[in-house]
Each structure stands twice: as C-alpha cells, then as structure tokens.
C-alpha cells in the first residue's frame, strides 16, 4: 500500500515506527523544511534511501504520487486543509490530533470523507493502549453496570525550549494549548469510555507560567453526559519539573478502574463485582514506552490499511476526532463566557478566544 508521510517534525518518528512495523510503501515524506526530512529519515537509518522522494509541497507530492494513505503531522492549524486536499484527491488519511481548530473545518472533513468515499482516521492513538483496551471490553460486557462518574488528570511539563522548537505552538491559530495539544488524547477516552453523548460542559481555564504563549496552560471541566453519568478534566503543562501522569478513572456501579502511567498505559486498579480468571493478569498491568505517545499509531495504522482494504470505517473515525475537538472547544468557550456550553457546538473556532490572556500578559510585564 502507497504511502507519504507530511509533516516531519516531534510526532513523525511514531509514524515512521508504524509505516515499517506494518510493511507500507514509504514512497515520500513532505516538510517545508529539508532537514528535518533528512534528520527523521536517518532515525530510522534511511537517509540513504533514493526510493523515499522528497518534497516541499504537499500538493505537488500529492498529485505526483498518488498514493493510497496520507498521513498529516504538521502544526495543528493546517490539519485541515491538507486533509481537505487529499481526500478531494481520492486519498485516504491518518490526521493527528486535533483533526482541524473548528467545528466548521471538522464538520468539512466529515463531509467530504463521505462525498468521495475515502477513509479518515483521527490519530488517538491511546485508544490502542492495552489498558484501555481492556477497560473497554470491560465496558462493553456491562461490567461496570451503571456509570456514576469518571475522570481524566494530564498532569504534565511543557517548559520554554519546548515553544521555542516550533514558534507555532501556544498560539491561537496553529495550536492552542495545553487542552488542545496535550490533553486532548485524554478528553478523547473520557468522552469515548463515558457514553460519548454529551448534554453540558462547564470549564475554567488560566495561564499561570506560560506567559510567553497566547493560550492556556492548565484548564478544568465538569461535563455532563446524556447517560446521567458525570466527568470531570483536570490538564496542565505547569507540573514541575516533569510529566507526572495522564490517568483516567471510571466508577461503576460494580466497577472501578484507574489507568495511570504516564499516557494512560498502566492498570493501576482493577476492581469488579464478577471477578474473572483473566482478571489477575490485568491488576498491575504496565506498559512499557519510550515517550509520551505511547505504542499506539502501530495499530492505528494497521487497523487503517485493514479498513482500506476491507471497505469498514476505521476504529477511530473522523466522527471520534470532531468530538475530541468539540470537547475542547466547548471547555474554552466555557471559560471564555463564564457559562456552560450546551453541546452540540456549532461554529466554534479556536481563533475565536485570541487575546484571551492578553490582559494577563500585560499585568505580569
């Protein structure tokens, strides 16, 4: 299966990990910058390889390769019109989260997916993770009986040589902050494991440290979904003096779960009414990983190039992206507004909250 790769920055190296554990056809790699194509393609000792071309304009790749999977890695604002790009171009695509920085573009994505028959998939790659996978088993087979309420904590670091890397990181119109870029893969497995069906969120968010950004860095919430069930959000880059845990809990009725680790990779209880043989192997359970994003874009891929193949839509749909983005979307109009924000959301974009923290900023200079 012909694949390219665009964007070659923080994230690619998982992409790249994923393209050769399952055996596609790198055919070419994009990035406005030409070095960092070389300095990622020698991470995986293929600098030397004449058979990966390189371009600098994902436009001109696309129509000279045609291939048959895209994956966009790129700062987060031009999601969107890349995927646009390639799925009017017959391409299927793999978009890193967000999948775009408004409801419109995302709604956009959805629809043209549909129009021109090509798979989408958003890359939450933590849906893969073997806790969380079971967990959902778990919930599937009714284990926990009824929800009562659940949570997701993003307790990370993001310090000032992390923004300098990227000039459009923190900012309202490539990026957002940390609820967007870090904690969004959390909000996404509350929301998936919680009943998806969201009536209301009400949120609070601030920029304690990061005063050299647009955007917040440590954001709260309280949503209610139409299950009855309630969550709540806590996410931050502001821990010090590094990443703590991404940990997620559920409490049923007859069952409690607490995945912990740093990205939401460890069984750290395990606790249900019917006690099971497998269950054993599961109290404890760790994963090991050599960053934050985990070892899931492997089976992300893998389920992709299956749902190719075989016609399905893919396990984390376009829809499962625009919902991560709604989430968060209605978490900053809340604390925009002061309010809580009925959900659906319509026309809600991430530069509608710019100069957010302006004021903040001029206070502390």
């Not at 960053?291 to 089976?299: D, E, K, L, R, W």
């Not at 109009?333 to 509608?352: I, N, R, Y």
């Amino acid at each position: 299966m012909k694949y390219v790769l665009i964007g070659c920055g923080r994230i690619a190296v998982n992409h790249i990990k994923a393209v050769l554990n399952n055996h596609l056809e790198l055919a070419a790699v994009c990035d406005v910058k030409p070095e960092a194509m070389e300095t990622l393609l020698a991470k995986h000792g293929l600098e030397k390889d004449t058979s990966i071309r390189r371009y600098t304009d994902y436009r001109e790749m696309i129509e000279a390769e045609q291939p048959t999977l895209a994956a966009i890695a790129t700062e987060s604002g031009i999601h969107a019109e890349i995927a646009l790009y390639c799925i009017a171009h017959g391409v299927n695509v793999i978009i890193e989260k967000p999948m775009a920085m408004s409801m419109a573009d995302a709604d956009a994505i959805v629809e043209a997916a549909q129009a021109h028959h090509v798979k989408v998939c958003a890359c939450h790659q933590n849906r893969f993770n073997p806790a969380v996978q079971a967990t959902r088993k778990a919930l599937e087979e009714g284990r926990f009986g009824k929800l009562s309420h659940g949570s997701i904590h993003v307790r990370w670091n993001r310090n000032k040589g992390y923004y300098d890397q990227a000039p459009w990181r923190g900012t309202w119109a490539q990026d957002g902050g940390c609820m967007m870029n870090q904690c969004i893969h959390g909000v996404d497995l509350l929301r998936w494991m919680m009943g998806d069906d969201v009536v209301e969120v009400y949120a609070q968010t601030a920029q304690q440290f990061h005063h050299y950004l647009e955007c917040e860095d440590v954001g709260m919430a309280v949503v209610k979904f139409a299950n009855g069930a309630i969550g709540t959000i806590e996410g931050t880059t502001n821990v010090y003096p590094k990443n703590l845990e991404e940990t997620l809990y559920l409490f049923g009725e007859t069952g409690t779960v607490k995945i912990g680790g740093t990205s939401t990779n460890n069984i750290d209880v395990w606790q249900f009414a019917d006690q099971r043989e497998e269950d054993a192997a599961l109290q404890g359970l760790q994963e090991a990983t050599s960053n934050v994003y985990g070892n899931g874009h492997t089976a992300v891929y893998a389920d992709m190039m299956d749902a190719i193949v075989h016609d399905r839509a893919p396990y984390i749909d376009a829809q499962a992206g625009r919902r991560a983005l709604e989430m968060i979307l209605a978490m900053y109009q809340s604390a925009a507004t002061g309010m809580p924000v009925k959900l659906p959301l319509k026309d809600v974009a991430s530069l509608d909250f710019t100069g957010r923290f302006d004021k903040k900023e001029e206070t502390n200079g």
